[in-house]
């Protein structure tokens, strides 16, 4: 089964013919929220908003191993996530949706491993490619069969939040090679991978990152909701295609 995990924007996805919620107990807390399940490009699926149904979890505040381990579950053998960045390259507009294909983790103090604790051996898994190639290799292909350009590349810089960045931190960023940055990609990714589950991310570019573009003195937080109202119709429409894909026998 396919799970889509929602990002700010994409609490709710208008899409999905909903069957059934359900709420999920899991050793490492409360998810975000029940999990829904429903039809989306003639496929079951499952959908879970990241922050909350009601968009009430900051980013470091997020159970992602309740989530993934929820959604492990259910049965999911396959995520795809969106989530909103700022851009940092210039190629990253604000609208612009991307396939990123590597990331560098800026977070702390968040539960980042599900091998841990007493008794527990170390365990290391392989991150240095941390997300699905096929998976990114089905959004692309989607996303061209739905006419929605995405960029099919991107270092994915994540950092803590809520706040958002400085100049200066965003000038870093760029010479340690990011080109987006979000406050979730981290640990969300290595937890799938921890779990076996292929996961690849569907980012949108909410704005230009700070310091950068029409953001060089400040983010414009209303700017920022119009550009994801518009930019989610068209994630919808690459959903819908990437359910279809991961369907066919």
């Not at 061209?144 to 200066?168: D, H």
Request: glycine share 10%; net charge neutral; proline share 5%.
């Amino acid at each position: 089964m396919l799970a889509i995990i929602g990002g700010s924007g994409l609490a709710q996805l208008a899409s999905l013919e909903v069957t059934r919620r359900q709420i999920v107990r899991t050793p490492y807390g409360e998810p975000s929220g029940p999990l829904t399940f429903g039809i989306l490009g003639g496929q079951e699926v499952a959908f879970l908003a990241r922050h909350g149904y009601g968009h009430t979890l900051a980013p470091h505040e997020i159970n992602y191993r309740a989530n993934l381990w929820a959604l492990k579950e259910k049965g999911v053998t396959r995520i795809v996530a969106v989530c909103t960045v700022g851009g940092i390259a210039p190629e990253f507009g604000a609208g612009a949706l991307a396939v990123p294909d590597q990331i560098i983790d800026y977070t702390w103090g968040r539960k980042a491993t599900f091998f841990e604790g007493t008794g527990q051996p170390v365990v290391h898994v392989d991150f240095t490619h941390p997300y699905c190639a096929l998976t990114r290799r089905m959004i692309v292909e989607s996303a061209s069969q739905a006419g929605v350009a995405v960029v099919a590349r991107g270092t994915y810089a994540a950092v803590q939040g809520p706040r958002l960045e400085t100049a200066a931190e965003i000038d870093r960023m760029e010479r340690d090679g990011a080109h987006l940055v979000g406050m979730t990609g981290m640990p969300e990714a290595a937890l799938a991978r921890e779990q076996e589950i292929p996961y690849a991310a569907l980012a949108v570019v909410a704005n230009a990152a700070a310091g950068r573009g029409a953001s060089s003195q400040s983010v414009s937080l209303e700017e920022i909701s119009n550009v994801l109202r518009e930019a989610m119709v068209r994630v919808r429409l690459v959903l819908a295609k990437v359910a279809e894909r991961h369907g066919r026998p």
